[in-house]
T-cell receptor, first 114, second 113 residues
């Protein structure tokens, strides 16, 4: 089945530690996105990538980093510079430039600080 | 990007029709209107998309007046499983790299027995 897979489902970070969230898709989509969601809030864009080896900062990129070495993969690293990382992280993909573009989301990763 | 405004929350009862309105006064000529549904601890999923007049699928209907400054998502005969957050997005997907899907707080719909 085609889809977008995020792992792990739950992740705990210690003080000063970097952690990496995985996002893999087999939909052959060019565009991929990372969103952060805090309780009772909407989704805020962290980073996005429209094509391999290229990515752009979203609204809240500080304290995060990404890479896009393969079309299928868009990992997100939450660095120690992110002082309030506890949140629900969502990865999405889409085909850019289509008139009826829609996003496909993974099931999310809940990150908590120990 | 066009800014959208939705009610923060709505309540309904099983079997009723629910209409959620989204305002987007500065919608651009080429912008589409897209709605997503999100259950707790899950990613949003696409419900419906439209440009003008009315669009219907197996899940919902989308009504867009002639001036396109608002749109209404209509859920017929809701059930408890329709309890979720609903997001309205406006943008022009055909612009490729310049279209960045932006989510507001959405509308939290609670369906009561």
């Amino acid at each position: 089945d085609g889809g977008i897979t995020q792992s792990p489902k739950y992740l705990f970070r210690k003080e000063g530690q970097n952690v990496t969230l995985s996002c893999e898709q087999n939909l052959n989509h060019d565009a991929m996105y990372w969103y952060r969601q805090d309780p009772g809030q909407g989704l805020r864009l962290i980073y996005y990538s429209q094509i391999v080896n290229d990515f752009q900062k979203g609204d809240i990129a500080e304290g995060y980093s990404v890479s896009r070495e393969k079309k299928e993969s868009f990992p997100l690293t939450v660095t120690s510079a992110q002082k309030n990382p506890t949140a629900f992280y969502l990865c999405a993909s889409s085909i850019p430039g289509q008139g009826t573009e829609k996003l496909f989301f993974g099931s999310g990763t809940q990150l908590s600080v120990l | 990007l066009a800014k959208t405004t939705q009610p923060i929350s709505m309540d309904s009862y099983e079997g009723q029709e629910v209409n959620i309105t989204c305002s987007h006064n500065n919608i651009a000529t080429n912008d589409y209107i897209t709605w997503y549904q999100q259950f707790p601890s899950q990613g949003p999923r696409f419900i419906i998309q439209g440009y003008k007049t009315k669009v219907t699928n197996e899940v919902a209907s989308l009504f867009i007046p002639a001036d396109r400054k608002s749109s209404t998502l209509s859920l017929p005969r809701v059930s408890l499983s329709d309890t979720a957050v609903y997001y309205c997005l406006v943008g022009d997907p055909s612009t490729g790299g310049s279209y960045i899907p932006t989510f507001g707080r959405g509308t939290s719909l609670i369906v009561h027995p």
